[in-house]
Each structure stands twice: as C-alpha cells, then as structure tokens.
C-alpha cells in the first residue's frame, strides 16, 4: 500500500483506492496507523447507550437555555433593566453560538469530534457557574458569560447530529433523531419550571443558575467514559468507496448548491425566529396580562411570581413530546408513499401554528385560559418540525459534510432568527413606550402588539418549506448515489437535465 502523501486527491470523487480522508469510506485494510477508532465495529448496545448520553446533556442544553427566561422578572428587577436589555441576555448567547458553529462545524468535519465537545462541555459548566456569581453593580459581567455559554453550546449541537447519524440508517436514524431533539422542547419546559421553582425556594434567582453546571458534570463523565467516535459515513457506506476529504470552501459551494439545505434552512431561520421569540417573552407577557386584568398583583422585589413559568414550562414539556411523536409516526408512515412528505409536514406544522399563536396573542388580554389552550395546539403544531427538519440534512447531505452542514444551518438560523427576535421584540416594546402614559396596562399592550410579528415570520417558514418539497426528491437521491461511488458532477448535470425535462412537460401540458 503507497503512503498517504503520494496517492492522488480528487476532490468529492469516490474511488475504492483512494486515502482515507477525513470522514472518508474505504473498502481497503486500513493502515497500520489507524487508530483503533476507527477501525472497532460500535455494537448496537452501545450505540443506544450513546444516544442516551447525547440525549441528557442536549437537556441540560437546553434547560440551561431557557432558565434566564423563566427567572426574567427577578432578573429584570434586581439589575433594573428595560425589555430591550432584558433580551440581549438571549441575544448574547445566540449571538456567540452562531458565530462559533462554523468554526466547530469545520473542525467535526475533520478531526476527533468526542474531543470537541468534551472541551466545549467543560467551558459549558465553567461558564455557566461562573455566570451565578454575578454582582447587581456587575450587569455586564452577566452579558458577558451568557456569551461565553455559547461556546460550550456550539460545539456540542454542530457535532452530536452528526454522532448518531453514523451509528444509525433508515427508520432506525429516524427514532434516534427524534428521540435525540425531543430534548429541545422538554429541556426548554424544564428550564422554566426549575428556574423558577429553584429562585422561589431560595430567594435568590441565581442559585437557579448553579444546578445545571452540578448535572453537567456527571454529562462530561458519561460523555468520556461511554460516547464512541464511529467513523464518519459508517452507516451509509455499503458499497466500500472511500470519499476524499476536500476543502472548507468546496464543502460550502456544495452546501450552497444543494436547493433542499437551502430552503429548508430557511425555513429553519423563520422557525427559530418564532420559538425564540416566544420562549424567551411569554412567562413575562402573561405576567403582565394577569396584572392587567387583576389576577395578580404586580411583581416589585423578586422572587417574582413563578406560577406563569411552571404553566408555560409544563405546556413546553408536554406539546414537545407529542409533537415530536406526531411528527416522526406521520413521516415514518409517508415518507415511502410520498418522496417530499417531510417538507409537506413542516409547512404544515408551521402554517398551522401561526394562526393558533396569533389568537392566542389576542386573547391574553381577556382569557388566560383560552390563551394557554392555543399556546398549546400552537407548540404541538411547531414541535411536528424538530426531529423532520435533523433527519432532512442528514439525507440530503453527505455524511463528510454533515458537520459543516449542520454548523452553517445553525449560524443562519441564529443570525436571521433567534439571536435577534427575542431584542427586537424588547426593543419594539420599549419604543411603544412613548406612544402612551406608563402603566400596567400599557406595560401589556405593548409588549403584545411586538409579539404579534411572530406569526407572520412563521407563515414566511411555512412557504420556505413548501419550496423544499419541490427538490426533496432528487436532492436526497443526489447524496445517497455520492456516498455510494457515483460520479458528482455527473449526477448534478443528470439532476438539471431532468429538472428542465419536468418543466418542459408541465408547459406542453
């Protein structure tokens, strides 16, 4: 066998004789420096094992990402802050995990992903005690870790994906992702509900900040002692091909010409635009409207009034796991009969939601029983999305580029969507101010008409999805024939003569 440096690289070609590149798929006996990694065949017990640890530490992800939202009130009283300030703690954070996606996203494609977000859970749990301690004087100190906790964020969301989608294939990947991003939603509803039920037992909303660092640590234990690093495009490769590794630039034209990643991404941005908005301002919101309408007297000194973030948070929890469930049974049982059933589900859930979200909006001022009931269909509607919308860049992209895809999808959607509702909304609301004299119920009002702009961004998701489903199906054929041996260029130029056969059939139709 010829050494690596002397054997030829022919960018995205699939050869049996070729190096093993990074995440590369090779028939041949590896070389006798392989590391054993590599080479180990992942029993599937172990493989579920896996799943279930990148299963808890995404929670804690997320618990950690939604408990300033659930202790906001306490927050915005004891530094005496204003909506917009309050959403730039949320701004912050989004803002470093998206900036820092891309550079994770580049190095899971090329280098020992289990060493990455080990090192990223470790500053995970540094800054997020760190950010615990902070002083009433000593707000910006506050700002700053939350972006620091981005970090740590970063390197685990770009990379876990990626994990499971080489220890799985098929309905198997399918169960897996779902289970997988089923945590977005109950991490989110525990944020809430542990938040504020930690800052009402203690007095002080910053003890709500300590306790997931604690369980971080025994994820960092489970992640080094029991998380593989299978070998990238393990469960896709059958025939034997080795795919070369190519450079950043080349994996972004690739992504950049893959329509479905496009438009599908897109649809993501407008998605995360909504949740984060609605997250991070609704236990506020409905505070608010219950002081309106005198359910409760206003909040003056925290501990605020948690009941709203329990609500909320259990609402969360409940709707993400049956949306989850809905979505994944209704695509496992489409996806054979209808090629671009995926697309189809997550315009639907999201076209759907919009309408639920906006009455619900409407109606706090008057019923909050009514609004938490739309709330509710609303989410369940919206969650339909979350393990579709994983298993959709894992098939149409391939598996070498999965990291970098998954990285830039992440940077987009935080960029155009939730790294800066959750201001804008602060910042609508503060600007309103001026338009009426201070008082709770202008406090309210104010704050409704600025969330009323999420539904519309989420009919704007819905449309970007029904694009996707026009390229689902040949997108999706496209990588599966790359990572099995076939020729690139000549399936992008097989996929353009038949997308200009379709439209010329449909015009002499």
Known sequence: MTSNQHRPKTPLSLRSNTTVGYGSMNSEQPDSDASPMQTTVISQKR????????????????????????????????????????????????????????????????????????????????????????????????????????TGEASYSTIAPTIIGDLFTGTKRTLMISFFYIFIPVGSGLGYILGATIA?????????????????????????????????????????????????????????????FVWSSLGVTAMAFVTGALAFWTPTFLSRAQVMQGLSPPCKEEPCKPLDSYIFGAI??????????????????????????????CAVGMLSSSPCFFIAIILAGTSIPATYTFIAIGETLLSLNWAILADILLYVVVPTRRATAEALQIMVCHLLG???????????????????????SWDFRRLEYSILLCPFIGVLGGLFFLITSLYIKEDRKAAELLASGHDYERIVCLIKIRIIYKFVCIFLI
């Open 316 to 345: 969360t929890v409940v709707t993400g796991i049956v949306g989850v469930f809905l979505g994944t049974c209704i695509s496992k049982k489409l996806r054979d009969r209808v090629p671009n059933a995926d697309p189809l589900i």
């Open 47 to 150: 493989s579920y094992i896996a799943v279930g640890v990148l299963c808890y530490i995404n929670l804690l992800n997320y618990m950690d990402r939604y408990t300033i939202a659930g202790v906001l009130l306490s927050i915005q009283n004891y530094f005496g802050i204003s909506d917009s300030t309050s959403g730039l703690l949320q701004t912050v954070f989004i803002c470093s995990f998206m900036f820092l996606a891309p550079v994770f996203g580049y190095l899971g494609d090329r280098y020992d992903r289990k060493l990455i977000m080990i090192a990223g859970l470790i500053v995970w749990i540094v800054t997020t005690l760190g950010s615990s301690f902070v002083q009433k004087t000593h707000f910006w100190v506050l700002v700053l870790t939350r972006a620091l906790v981005g």
């Open 200 to 260: 009402n037992a203690t007095g002080d909303w910053r003890w709500a900040l300590r306790v997931n660092p604690v369980l971080g640590g025994l994820g960092l234990l489970l992640l080094v002692f029991l998380i593989p690093n299978p070998p990238r495009g393990a469960s896709d490769n059958q025939s034997g091909a080795t795919m070369e590794s190519t450079s950043y630039t080349e994996d972004v034209k690739y992504l950049l010409k893959n329509r479905s």
């Open 418 to 440: 939730d790294a800066g509702s959750p201001y804008l909304i602060g910042v609508i609301s503060d600007a309103l101010n001026k338009y009426s004299p201070k008082s709770y």
